[in-house]
């Protein structure tokens, strides 16, 4: 029976939680992309894990609308973001735990998490929250690989890297009042 569990959890790409509200199940598509601003002290991406096929051409609007992305199956978007003041900058491997980290050598990293199912974006956590999202990222070389946990999911991913998304409005983050990307 052991066998069968860990098998079933490999096919799946996630496990779920007894309590998670819904089941993530395999993952069709696993999606990184860049802000095109990006610079080597500075920069965002966000990482999308979807049971929904989701091109990188569909996913390229994701630094100001998620709606493509979002509009079948379900999955999980982490947003991540680090800073630095010099060359120290902490790049894109390494831990990433949900909300702010910071590192008087390495800068900051900033993680928000979110859940989708049925067009709906859950939130589920972000800066100074008490969010237990975490990424480890183990290579960062083409496209982002490593594993994953939160509240109700946890697992492994291997993902395309789409580049850059398309220049457009501001991707909405922490930095104003709704703590959620704007998906209109």
Known sequence: MLALSLLACSLTGTKSTADAPFDMGRFASQRWIVDPNNEADN??????LSTGEVSCSEFSTAGYDLEK???S?????FMLEY???DDQSPGWTG???GGYAYSDVKGERYLQSLAFS??????LGGYYSSDSSWVNIEDASDGLSGTFQNSYWS????????????????LDTWYNDTNSWDTN
């Open 73 to 77: 199956g379900e999955g999980l978007i």
């Open 118 to 123: 049925d067009t709906f974006l859950y939130y």
């Open 95 to 97: 831990l990433w735990s």
């Open 43 to 48: 920069g965002v991406g966000l990482l999308l």
């Open 155 to 170: 697992g492994k991913f291997d993902t395309e890297a789409c580049g850059a998304w398309e220049e457009g409005e501001k």
């Open 69 to 71: 992305a979002v509009r």
């Open 83 to 85: 800073e630095s003041d």
